[in-house]
T-cell receptor, first 110, second 114 residues
């Protein structure tokens, strides 16, 4: 079954404590991306990756890092989380015509 | 830069009545257009897409959307709404030049009353 998995699904953390949200896909897609969803703002792209070792900024990259060492994995790293990064995060993996979304990670930073 | 507008924050409709959720877009060249649905505490589910061909696109759960190039619109429709259709709906666009960014609208909450 085609799938995008994210972990953890829920995370409560404190300001400044580094965290990583993992994302993995089993469709051999080259293109992957991260979005955050906030009420009234829709989904905004944080970072994307065209292939292994190729990443680029999306619309809201500040405070985030990513890496793409393997085709299937695209982790999102928050080096020093702040309360304004409290949000719902989605990883996506794309074929040429469609994006497949993970189940989401709800992050709360206190 | 590409953009999507969903002019209604919320659409209210009675069960059994037809529903329309509006979407207009702006993109360089020809677009790929998508609708996604998000149920409470769930991820995004793909509903339908327009790539090329027939302007009327049929998707999951009885939904359809009509691509109108002159009006740059891609409204989502369903002939007879169900209470279970109540959810948050997102329209999205990308251009056809390779793997470009998918840009989302802000979402429209659909509430179907019994």
């Amino acid at each position: 079954e085609a799938q995008v998995t994210q972990n953890p699904r829920y995370l409560i953390t404190v300001t400044g404590k580094k965290l990583t949200v993992t994302c993995s896909q089993n469709m051999n897609h080259e293109y992957m991306s991260w979005y955050r969803q906030d009420p009234g703002l829709g989904l905004r792209q944080i970072y994307y990756s065209m292939n292994v070792e190729v990443t680029d900024k999306g619309d809201v990259p500040e405070g985030y890092k990513v890496s793409r060492k393997e085709k299937r994995n695209f982790p999102l790293i928050l080096e020093s989380p702040s309360p304004n990064q409290t949000s719902l995060y989605f990883c996506a993996s794309s074929s040429f015509y469609e994006q497949y979304f993970g189940p989401g990670t709800r992050l709360t930073v206190t | 830069a590409q953009s999507v507008a969903q002019p209604e924050d919320q659409v209210n409709v009675a069960e059994g009545n037809p529903l329309t959720v509006k979407c207009t877009y702006s993109v360089s060249g020809n677009p790929y257009l998508f609708w996604y649905v998000q149920y409470p505490n769930r991820g995004l589910q793909f509903l339908l897409k327009y790539i090329t061909g027939d302007n009327l696109v049929k998707g999951s759960y009885g939904f359809e959307a009509e691509f109108n190039k002159s009006q740059t619109s891609f409204h989502l429709k369903k002939p007879s709404a169900l209470v279970s259709d109540s959810a948050l709906y997102f329209c999205a666009v990308r251009d056809k030049s390779g793997y470009s960014t998918l840009t989302f609208g802000k979402g429209t909450m659909l509430l179907v009353s019994p």
